[in-house]
């Protein structure tokens, strides 16, 4: 059953709309210059970037699989992993990866765009940006202002697509201070390019007029979606695959998408931006658990990517704030009608018992614990204790979260159906 705490109440303003650059106001999060930086820890972690960046390649196994040795070496080292720890991560992701095959052609500045959304072209794309890096003479961020974010349908528009994997990518490249996760990022961004730019792209998706009222409660948005009859029997099990809420509920879906009221200040935008991270945490370690012990695979996702959202909203230009939110927005709804719509119980959370522990422990299991060596549970450590330094302690609910993941990880599950479960996981989706 879907209840509002205190601490998820839906915050409302009565101040006019600020259009449709509106901003957001928050503070950078450390950025830190591994490119430069000369201690032993920043040059361990610059040297097993461009490794990985050399050495395999982005996308593997068909072309399904990421690449995530840079989401976890950035998380471990961002929580103090050592230069010796780094290291064992990187030979732990290296066993499976792949290297580089070489594209069927070039790209050029010319027809870029036109191999958008082809993944068979990640080298030729790698290559692309990296030429063009040299012609700006490596400040990767002008060829990020030019190539992500500049020009008709931008390639920020897209970053959901692929999991939402180019966005999470593009959030560690800022904080990591480095071009090489700039290249991939782009890279990324282009290979996953989608149709899930268009509603980003089009002004009129976001204003088709809605049946459902506003609100910035988006617990009570998730409530209606829950009871809706036009989500019934889209999936026989839990899935992946959300372009199917696409092609078979577009109009329910987007009618709940413009429900999320984001025509306030932006002293109510950052409001309404830390009650998203709020419910991004919510789905993950609130709804029921798809195996004892084991974790939804696919909500982990909504928490990184709103992690990067965080990330990316003091740096990335002011313009594209609100659609980095709606973006995000229209990833969480899909993914949680393809979720099968689970209740989210707050309570499990706001009463759970943290026995005097606390984020030390957290962290020490992030790093040193069973699951150190897990991409995915590192990188969900890290945007809990993020939130928290964000948004401040809130009677304990961050820390809570992290604990209580911490604690009951087992695992990844919730794949269902053709799903692959073990080490590696394939992503059901190939449009989106």
Not at 147 to 172: C, D, Q, R, T, W
Request: net charge negative; hydrophobic share 40%; proline share 4%.
């Amino acid at each position: 059953m879907f209840q509002l705490p205190s601490l998820f109440k839906s915050f409302r303003s009565s101040d006019a709309p600020v259009g449709e650059h509106a901003s957001i106001d928050l503070p950078s999060v450390e950025i830190h210059d591994v490119e430069t930086a000369a201690e032993r820890r920043p040059r361990t972690l610059k040297h097993l970037l461009k490794a990985n960046h050399v050495n395999h390649a982005l996308i593997y196994h068909d072309l399904r699989f990421h690449n995530h040795t840079a989401h976890i070496l950035g998380s471990a080292y961002l929580l103090g992993a050592t230069h010796e720890h780094l290291n064992e991560v990187y030979d732990k992701e290296a066993e499976e990866l792949e290297p580089w095959r070489d594209a069927p052609a070039e790209v050029t500045r010319e027809d870029w765009r036109e191999f958008l959304g082809r993944r068979e072209y990640q080298r030729a794309f790698v290559d692309f940006f990296e030429d063009q890096l040299v012609s700006m003479r490596y400040d990767w961020k002008q060829l990020l202002r030019e190539y992500m974010f500049e020009g008709k349908e931008p390639l920020v528009n897209g970053l959901i697509s692929g999991l939402a994997h180019p966005m999470i990518h593009l959030g560690y490249a800022y904080e990591l201070d480095s071009r090489t996760l700039a290249i991939e990022a782009l890279t990324g961004a282009s290979c996953f390019y989608s149709p899930l730019h268009k509603y980003i792209d089009d002004l009129s998706y976001v204003r088709r007029p809605t049946p459902i009222e506003k609100t910035t409660d988006l617990l009570a948005i998730l409530s209606k979606v829950r009871n809706d009859k036009r989500f019934d029997n889209l999936y026989d099990h839990q899935s992946g695959d959300i372009s199917l809420v696409f092609a078979k509920a577009e109009d329910a879906l987007l009618e709940y998408w413009n429900a999320w009221d984001l025509s306030g200040t932006s002293t109510a935008l950052k409001n309404v931006f830390e009650e998203s991270q709020r419910l991004a945490a919510a789905l993950l370690v609130a709804t029921p658990n798809p195996g004892k012990g084991r974790f939804d695979f696919f909500f982990v996702h909504l928490l990184t990517s709103s992690h990067a959202v965080r990330i990316l909203l003091p740096i990335v230009p002011k313009k594209h704030h609100v659609g980095l939110l709606r973006q995000w927005w229209l990833f969480a709804l899909a993914v949680f009608v393809a979720r099968l719509r689970p209740s989210v119980d707050m309570e499990v959370v706001e009463g759970y018992k943290a026995e005097g522990k606390g984020w030390r422990d957290v962290v020490h299991g992030a790093l040193k614990g069973e699951h150190a060596l897990d991409a995915h549970f590192v990188k969900a450590v890290r945007a809990f204790k993020v939130a928290e330094e964000t948004w401040g302690k809130k009677e304990g609910l961050w820390e809570k979260a992290a604990l209580k993941f911490v604690r009951e990880f087992e695992g990844w599950g919730g794949f269902g159906g053709k799903g692959v479960e073990g080490k590696k996981f394939g992503y059901p989706e190939e449009r989106y």
